[in-house]
């Protein structure tokens, strides 16, 4: 049986036609969106294990200031150093 002058089922298959297109089109939307987010975490996330180089760097030379303030204080004189430790 030939269902090719089917007009019923012509019109089904041009809708699936259309739906399939409209659901690709979403898909790739979504995709692109996907790497896009991707690459917006990858740079968030760069940016933030600097920002943690950093403040590592700024601590570390701050408590080595702290440590020679320390050491040329006379034994007796209290410093910040004293209070937090």
């Given at each position: ?58 601590v570390d ?15 007796e004189s209290e410093t ?6």
């Amino acid at each position: 049986m030939d269902h090719s002058d089917d007009p019923l089922l012509m019109a089904i298959l041009a809708r699936l036609d259309r739906l399939h297109d409209t659901v690709e089109a979403k898909f790739d939307a979504m995709d692109a969106r996907l790497r896009n987010l991707e690459r917006e975490s990858g740079e968030m996330i760069n940016l933030l294990v600097s920002i943690k180089a950093s403040l590592d760097c700024a601590v570390d030379e701050l408590v080595e200031e702290a440590e020679d303030d320390d050491e040329d204080d006379d034994d007796e004189s209290e410093t910040v150093w004293h209070f937090i430790h």
